[in-house]
């Protein structure tokens, strides 16, 4: 069992265990000493989002690292894929980025990558909080052999320049009207610079953080901003990603939102037909529509499911040799070009096949009807409501109710105190009636 690291690295409120300076202190002594090998300088790439708690937690990991003798590269407010492409770029030990992702800015967490540019594994995170436990003490460095830590110059342009050459080199978004929500996070500054810079008339919103507003109305998890932007300046598609940069959300001329399930169909479809795909199907979560099952199996091609989680994801498309994965959510992988999810990218593949097809955003991202689907969150404020006998009970009875005619998930979050209740069919009365009983009953047990 992991102590506090969770299914995206450790996540909590800031200032409160485990997002404590004292904590990061140890995390970054421990995860400098699993990856110390070799006589060689050894350097960590950090980068962060824009909460306030970023400078505690950021200063906090560089003291940690260096010293055990690490050399700190930091990037400064970057997205988290940037993170994962510079760790590989600079040659880093390893890469850390201090981001809580789409939660609210009192949040705040820590996510790992390896030297290859891809999240750490179970095993390496267990060996890192055995470590952070242990008396370190002896371990330090010598007064000589202290780390370094310094700024890196162009890092931003490093990354824009990366997220463009992933398009051909004749490509160009001229003609097209983008507005970016940038979400008061990680990418204010790149995302809307990228979009110009690759010709297209660029509307920006949520590029200008407090320390206090990332997510706040804004980015992924909230769209209407975006859609209503969208509709006043008339732009063709509407860019909504979150705090950290990773995931993103499409909003059509219409202002109707247009999730990861229709975007990785956009890109499958497009791959297949241009004999891009490394195998004949893409990866997903247990979270995603069964409509985009069914797309695919429709072109002849399979969808494989993992847990949920943008790792997960990774994990089996590096398995199975898949180069499109996601998450309904708007985790995008596309392994010919990142490591881990990198919702700019996604979104000029996107924009890449709106331009190929000469057709409006509604048309080219409306590749299926989802089935009906519904999702309801429960917070506990402790134990393990999903282990009581009335909730095993109830969730036992909704899958007898629902039989062969939908899905039932039912999973406890693993960056929140959530429960999360998920049901989708053909029959959207009983899946409602499903979701809000099991809901219930568990809200009844965690109360």
């Not at 988290?80 to 980025?97: E, F, K, Q």
């Not at 160009?172 to 995302?191: F, H, M």
């Not at 919103?205 to 969208?230: Q, R, W």
């Not at 989802?370 to 969730?395: C, F, H, M, W």
């Amino acid at each position: 069992m992991r102590k506090f690291f969770g299914t995206d690295g450790i996540r909590g409120r800031a200032n409160v265990f485990p997002m404590t300076a004292e904590m990061a202190l140890k995390v970054g002594m421990a995860a400098g000493l699993a990856f110390k090998n070799g006589e060689h300088r050894h350097r960590v790439v950090i980068g962060k989002d824009t909460r306030l708690s970023g400078y505690m937690i950021e200063n906090a990991l560089v003291a940690g690292f260096t010293s055990v003798g690490m050399d700190v590269f930091l990037l400064g407010p970057m997205p988290t894929p940037s993170v994962a492409m510079l760790t590989r770029s600079l040659r880093a030990d390893l890469g850390v980025m201090i981001s809580a992702s789409h939660n609210p800015f009192h949040d705040n967490g820590i996510k790992f990558f390896g030297p290859d540019g891809f999240k750490l594994s179970d095993g390496i995170e267990l060996e890192i909080e055995a470590l952070a436990e242990s008396d370190m003490i002896n371990r330090l460095s010598g007064s000589g052999e202290l780390g370094r830590a310094r700024r890196i110059e162009g890092a931003q342009q490093r990354y824009i320049e990366f997220a463009k050459r992933t398009l051909p080199r004749e490509m160009s978004l001229e003609g097209l009207r983008v507005v970016i929500d940038c979400a008061n996070g990680a990418a204010y500054k790149v995302a809307p610079e990228a979009l110009w810079e690759l010709g297209a008339d660029v509307v920006s919103l949520g590029v200008s953080p407090d320390g206090f507003n990332i997510n706040k109305d804004c980015g992924s998890t909230s769209t209407d901003a975006l859609a209503k932007k969208v509709h006043e300046v008339r732009a063709d598609i509407g860019i909504a990603l979150d705090g950290d940069a990773d995931r993103v959300i499409i909003v059509d001329e219409n202002g109707n939102v247009i999730d990861g399930d229709q975007l990785m169909a956009v890109v499958a479809q497009s791959w297949q037909a241009h004999n891009r795909l490394s195998q004949p199907g893409i990866v997903a979560t247990v979270m995603s529509n069964l409509g985009l099952e069914r797309y695919l199996g429709d072109l002849g091609l399979s969808l494989a499911r993992t847990k949920v989680g943008d790792r997960y994801v990774v994990e089996h498309m590096r398995a199975q040799g898949y180069n499109v994965g996601g998450e309904q959510s708007g985790h995008i992988v596309l392994s010919d070009f990142a490591t881990t999810g990198d919702g700019l990218i996604a979104a000029l593949q996107v924009m890449a096949c709106v331009k190929d097809m000469g057709r409006s955003v509604s048309e080219v991202c409306r590749r299926f009807d989802p089935v009906p689907q519904l999702l309801k969150n429960v917070r506990y404020s402790g134990g393990t409501p999903l282990e009581q006998a009335d909730v095993r009970a109830a969730i036992e009875d909704g899958e007898h109710r629902l039989g062969n005619s939908g899905r039932l998930v039912i999973r406890a979050s693993g960056t929140e105190p959530l429960i999360r209740v998920m049901a989708e069919g053909d029959d959207a009365g009983l899946i409602k009636q499903v979701v809000n009983d099991i809901a219930d009953v568990v809200a009844r047990t965690a109360a």
